[in-house]
Nanobody, 127 residues
Framework: QVQLVESGGGLVQAGGSLRLSCAAS????????MGWFRQPPGKEREFVAGISWSGGTTYYADSVKGRFTISRDNAKNTGYLQMNSLEPEDTAVYYCAAANTVRPVTILRADYEYDYWGQGTQVTVSS
């Protein structure tokens, strides 16, 4: 079992920045691929970014590419999502997720591929 707890959400003006954290406990986080998803109001959950357990491979949704950066610190059992140039369309509940993968370079983009989820953190971007 892996427990995930997100933090760092809040209210920010358009153009601002936030850094989300995902603290993991339980099994060895360093062998789990990690992803960030979000669910805007009234919409379905969508993929935002993914990172392999080695940290060497990342992938982003087109809507956040160039503005968001996913990273991880396996020594601290923590993942991050740095969000810059935030837009009102980024308003959503953000979730981190983890899944055990065999290969260190694997990235997962579908929510059904993930085994563990955090409770979510609200990000609100005002115009």
């Amino acid at each position: 079992q892996v427990q995930l707890v997100e933090s760092g959400g809040g209210l920010v003006q358009a153009g601002g920045s936030l850094r989300l954290s995902c603290a993991a406990s339980g099994r060895t986080f360093s062998r789990y691929a990690m992803g960030w998803f979000r669910q805007p109001p009234g919409k379905e959950r969508e993929f935002v970014a993914g990172i392999s357990w080695s940290g060497g491979t990342t992938y982003y949704a087109d809507s956040v590419k160039g503005r968001f950066t996913i990273s991880r610190d396996n020594a601290k059992n923590t993942g991050y999502l740095q969000m810059n140039s935030l837009e009102p369309e980024d308003t959503a509940v953000y979730y981190c997720a983890a899944a055990n993968t065999v290969r260190p370079v694997t990235i997962l983009r579908a929510d059904y591929e993930y085994d563990y989820w955090g409770q979510g953190t609200q990000v609100t971007v005002s115009s």
